[in-house]
């Protein structure tokens, strides 16, 4: 069984990369309590130690001191930040429909999200409900990171209107990138879709009631691409995962 994951922000004071084989790092803070504390983590287990850019510690438990656990480091590897960064942009959803795909797309291997104001979003962030709800989002994607074993944590960006994920588009596609828009009357199957060699793979998953025509038009627009997952029409929950499973198979992550 793989290690547990436990999170050490990447920090400029005591950065991960610091850490040679046979050197200690003390895991403390509100992850060495969850460690030694809430899990009871003793001498001789296996930990791995991430700060989600990509460093990652295997270590064994050499002691434990209450909130302190104090770990021996027997290896210390870089995870490179993919040549095809595949990021989720996921329309806001009622009923926390939205942080399910978000959760179950970070623990699959989106790299990125991107919450999207789309025009039949029932749920709407203004103001400070908006910082609350990306602090959630924030929170679920942290949360599904540790539970993948994952190095990197996805970022969160801030909030897209239409517009402004039409001008994001356009330029993904300028540097190379592609952008698929799911949707259930695409004639093209998002198996087929071309793939970049390298750059960015936006994802885009609308809210309940689909993405309007005027979405669509503005979109494909900017250079999008329409692509359908299969026969059936799934949930928003749902497709975003869905879509990363098949293309983290197509780019030989799986």
Same mark, same amino acid.
């Given at each position: 069984? +793989?290690?547990?994951?436990?999170?050490?922000?990447?920090?400029?004071?005591?950065?991960?990369?610091?850490?040679?084989?046979?050197?200690?790092? !003390?895991?403390?803070?509100?992850?060495?309590?969850?460690?030694? /504390?809430?899990?009871?983590?003793?001498?001789?287990?296996?930990?791995?130690?991430?700060?989600?850019?990509?460093?990652?510690?295997?270590?064994?438990?050499?002691?434990?001191?209450?909130?302190? !656990?104090?770990?021996? &480091?027997?290896?210390?590897? /870089?995870?490179?930040?993919?040549?095809?960064?595949?990021?989720? %942009?996921?329309?806001? =959803?009622k009923g926390d429909?939205?942080e399910m795909a978000?959760?179950?797309?970070?623990?699959?291997?989106?790299?990125?999200?991107?919450? #999207?104001? =789309?025009?039949? +979003? /029932?749920?709407? #962030?203004?103001?400070?409900?908006?910082? $609350?709800?990306?602090?959630? #989002?924030?929170?679920? !994607?942290? *949360?599904?990171? $540790?539970?993948?074993?994952?190095?990197?944590?996805?970022?969160?960006? &801030?909030?897209?209107?239409? $517009?402004?994920?039409? *001008?994001? *588009?356009?330029?993904? %596609?300028?540097?190379?990138?592609? %952008?698929?828009?799911?949707?259930?009357?695409?004639?093209?199957?998002?198996?087929?879709?071309?793939?970049?060699?390298?750059?960015?793979?936006?994802? !885009?998953?609308?809210p309940e009631g689909?993405? +309007?025509?005027?979405? &669509?038009?503005?979109?494909?627009?900017?250079?999008?691409?329409?692509?359908?997952?299969?026969?059936? &029409?799934?949930?928003? +929950?749902?497709?975003?995962? /869905?879509?990363? =499973?098949?293309?983290?198979?197509?780019?030989?992550? #799986?």
């Open positions: 069984m +793989s290690a547990p994951v436990f999170l050490a922000e990447a920090s400029t004071a005591h950065p991960l990369s610091g850490y040679a084989p046979g050197s200690v790092y !003390v895991l403390d803070g509100a992850e060495g309590r969850h460690a030694g /504390v809430v899990q009871r983590r003793g001498p001789g287990e296996r930990i791995d130690v991430v700060d989600g850019a990509g460093v990652r510690l295997r270590t064994v438990v050499e002691a434990v001191h209450g909130a302190e !656990v104090h770990l021996r &480091v027997e290896q210390a590897d /870089v995870e490179p930040v993919p040549d095809v960064v595949v990021t989720l %942009v996921q329309a806001l =959803a429909r939205d978000i959760e179950a797309a970070t623990e699959i291997g989106a790299d990125a999200i991107i919450p #999207w104001q =789309a025009e039949r +979003s /029932v749920v709407v #962030w203004r103001g400070e409900r908006a910082a $609350k709800s990306r602090a959630r #989002w924030v929170s679920t !994607v942290r *949360a599904a990171t $540790k539970q993948a074993r994952r190095a990197r944590i996805p970022d969160v960006e &801030v909030p897209l209107t239409t $517009k402004q994920l039409a *001008a994001r *588009a356009r330029d993904v %596609v300028a540097a190379g990138g592609t %952008v698929a828009v799911l949707h259930e009357e695409a004639t093209v199957a998002l198996a087929t879709v071309p793939l970049p060699d390298a750059g960015e793979l936006l994802v !885009v998953v609308g689909g993405i +309007s025509e005027g979405e &669509v038009a503005l979109l494909t627009g900017a250079g999008a691409v329409t692509a359908r997952l299969g026969p059936h &029409v799934l949930r928003t +929950s749902t497709a975003g995962p /869905v879509a990363i =499973a098949l293309l983290s198979d197509r780019l030989g992550r #799986w």
